[in-house]
């Protein structure tokens, strides 16, 4: 069963102050364009592939589209709730690892079973533990 990688694409862009607040659609597109390599590749040292890769994205980033070996979930409201209930969707037994490094949001996948990383796993120059 492939794993599942859930990104949180508001709290991954906001990690680096790159002028993101300036376009957070192209923001979260240049986050998206990055991505497939993980999903072909996997974490190293955190997941091996094969793997699920999603990213949720919200507010002015909604409507980003997919590519291929990324799936882009737009919340209909917030990220976060969007984030656990695919956390809580995901089956028993799947391995979920949840990139994020905002606190509250790594409390509630935790409590459903999900592993949780920080942004630097799936920024340039990124990969490893955070």
Known sequence: M??????DAANVVGSVPDGWWRDRRGAAERLRDALPPYA????????APPL?????VEGAARGVAS???????S???SGDDRIVE????RGDGRDCL????????????????ARVTGPRA????????T
């Open 75 to 77: 919340a209909a409201g």
């Open 86 to 89: 695919l956390v809580a969707q």
């Open 98 to 113: 949840v990139v994020t490094a905002d606190r509250e949001l790594r409390r509630r996948v935790e409590a459903l079973g």
């Open 67 to 73: 590519v291929e070996g990324v799936r882009v979930e």
């Open 122 to 129: 799936v920024r340039p120059g990124g990969g490893g533990r």
């Open 40 to 47: 072909a590749q996997g974490l190293p040292g955190l997941v």
């Open 2 to 7: 492939d794993s599942l990688v859930v990104v």
């Open 52 to 56: 699920e890769l999603v990213l949720v």
